[in-house]
């Protein structure tokens, strides 16, 4: 697509639940990433994914977070259990290649994020 | 220590006057710097990248890079009351990693 588009936009939830938030990147981009914002603060890395696997996941809090992207496209953030405390937006990105490249390629593009609530 | 550091403000300026935005960072090998910018409620979008030391000026925008200080800015020319936004310094940590640090952001405010 012509940009990173996020679904949902806004999902709300009880705690304990089960959450699944899905990004779809710029076609072509190989590299995707999560990231997670709270209010007031720098987006927080969670996972990198180039191709269909995760190249870095250090940034995902603990065992509830899991992210997938099977065909090397379209990726899904999945929470388990969830807790007040993962109440969030969570933004994906893409950019053609990884941020390790020194070039324009290496770019970072947003989605809109998915806003999280957990009651 | 946090891998990239910014004063989050608010800044404000007057409507004309040049805006001065820092960030300094902890990995001495880091490679590639970006300014995001982010409206409320929006996500961060680009608006420079620099790889070098020194200066690098896109129309009213400059980011400065300085790798022996470990130090990089942004500035902005002609403020405008558009230009009212948080601004995130972001920085890969280290040549290849794939990665990604963010700055809490500094706050701007223009006033008209």
């Known amino acids: 697509g012509a940009g990173v588009s996020q679904t949902p936009s806004n999902k709300v939830t009880e705690k304990g639940k089960y959450v699944e938030l899905r990004c779809d990147p710029i076609?072509?981009?190989?590299?995707l990433y999560w990231y997670r914002q709270s209010l007031g603060q720098g987006p927080e890395f969670l996972i990198y994914?180039?191709?269909?696997?995760?190249?870095?996941d250090s940034g995902l809090p603990n065992d509830r977070f899991f992210a997938v992207r099977p065909e090397g496209s379209v990726s899904t953030l999945k929470i388990q259990r969830t807790e007040r405390g993962d109440s969030a937006v969570y933004l994906c990105?893409?950019?053609?290649?990884?941020?390790?490249?020194?070039?324009?390629?290496?770019?970072?593009?947003f989605g809109a994020g998915s806003r999280l609530t957990v009651l | 220590q946090k891998e990239v550091e910014q004063n989050s403000g608010p800044l404000s300026v007057p409507e004309g006057a040049i805006a001065s935005l820092n960030c300094t960072y902890s990995d001495r090998g880091s490679q590639s710097f970006f300014w995001y910018r982010q409206y409320s409620g929006k996500s961060p979008e680009l608006i420079m990248s620099i790889y070098s030391n020194g200066d690098k000026e896109d129309g009213r925008f400059t980011a400065q890079l300085n790798k022996a200080s470990q130090y990089v800015s942004l500035l902005i020319r002609d403020s405008q009351p558009s230009d009212s936004a948080t601004y995130l310094c972001a920085v890969n940590p280290v040549s290849g990693a794939n990665n990604l640090f963010f700055g809490t952001g500094t706050r701007l405010t223009v006033i008209p």
């Open positions: 990105a893409s950019s053609l290649t990884g941020t390790g490249a020194r070039s324009g390629a290496n770019v970072l593009t």
């Open positions: 076609s072509g981009h190989t590299a």
């Open positions: 994914f180039q191709g269909t696997g995760a190249a870095d």
